[in-house]
DNA sequence: GCTCCTATGTTTGCACTGTAAACATGCTAG
DNA sequence: CTAGCATGTTTACAGTGCAAACATAGGAGC
């Protein structure tokens, strides 16, 4: 008896290995996940792609990892935690689309228009997690470094491109870091705003072109030039 | 007697007309409030601006208003409710602070520069009502159009001096609204990114002044004329 | 090979939240 | 004077984040 139910589970350990779909996958039957900490950020990321980033709770987070209410907090100190954790995994994502953006045969500028949209078309694709990133959804950011680390690392893609238009002579001779986060402010602006939907009902034709023309107006300036 | 108490509460009608600091003071001394609509996003208000925005609770609201957890229920339909008719009013804010910082006798551009930095001088003296204004805090945004006029009404400080730099000829001849929505995006950009920590840690002398120089550049542009 | 330690789970419990439903109260119009 | 209605209250429920105590298994040391 004691011997057959060692048996069973042990069965149940080999099926659980074939029919995995979902995020486990291990040998392991039960009690000890495997992979908790991955299936959880998962579980949440999907969560918040689906739900919006507010309504993720926690609880339903282990649901979905089919875990107890509590297990996370072996892997997160914090709800807080773990949204820091899919905040950091956003700028990592965010740096390494925009940098795939430029082109290095491209002007400097042309780098930066590139730049601005994948930013922005990031922002519209995954509103959400875009929401989680810059939204007060965090809470007292600036207790947790590795946050303006992976944000200062997305910046530097910027500072990289008004670097190279310096030296090019393409741009004016300021501080790259100054015209980095003019560019980035001004983007940041403009995924925020549409996000919030403030372009839906404005009177724009295009707002892919629209966008353009901002990014564009931002390298040019308003001021007419005397 | 019916005739004498009839007069009393009309002076008190009269006196509460004159004298109105705080929200009650009322000849009401239970029950019906009087005023707790106002009460209540008074409370709300102080609530936001002391622990933050995402902290606030309706029942905590309601327990500073004197009232049970539920009565908010007859005059906001939700929380979101409150919180919308919040950002309103903040946005109203927004739209007198920064229209007061123009002066019709400077030139456009310098108005520009002026209405950026008070918008920046808003959201950095109140970060957590600006993140209520602008944050993900409100859901289905959409669905409150009163926000998006409110949003809009804000952003016709900004399109009015676009228009005036057109006509002189100070700026290029563009869509005012797209020299507006360029100078909007911008400052929410910096007001948010500012609010988030960014340039704490930033090597920035001034704060004021790099501001000063982000808003410029926006004018100036970045491209070197030739 | 046995035992204990520790990492990782689970259960239980608490204080709190938003909100629905039913009930109470008192101003006001007929 | 009274009926109705706006505005309160009480009660209840499902859900939340999290702390504390308990359970389990896999591996380190004997």
Redesign the pocket.
Known sequence: MLALSTYV?ALLGGLTKLCENHPMSD???????????N?LLQAAAQQIREQGVD?????????AA?????????????????LVALAVEGYQQLREETAAAVDPTQSAAEGLIAVGLAYIEFALRRPERYKLIFGPVIHERQAYPELQESGFAALQVVVALAERGIASDEFVDTDPFLIANSCWAKVHGIASLAIDGFYDCAPIPSQQQFFRELLLLQLTGVVRSK
């Open positions: 589970s040998d392991k039957n039960s009690y000890h996940h495997g992979d908790l900490r299936a309504k993720l709770s926690l609880r339903a987070v282990a649901r089919g875990v107890s209410a509590t297990a996370p907090y072996r892997h997160f100190e914090d709800k807080n935690r773990l």
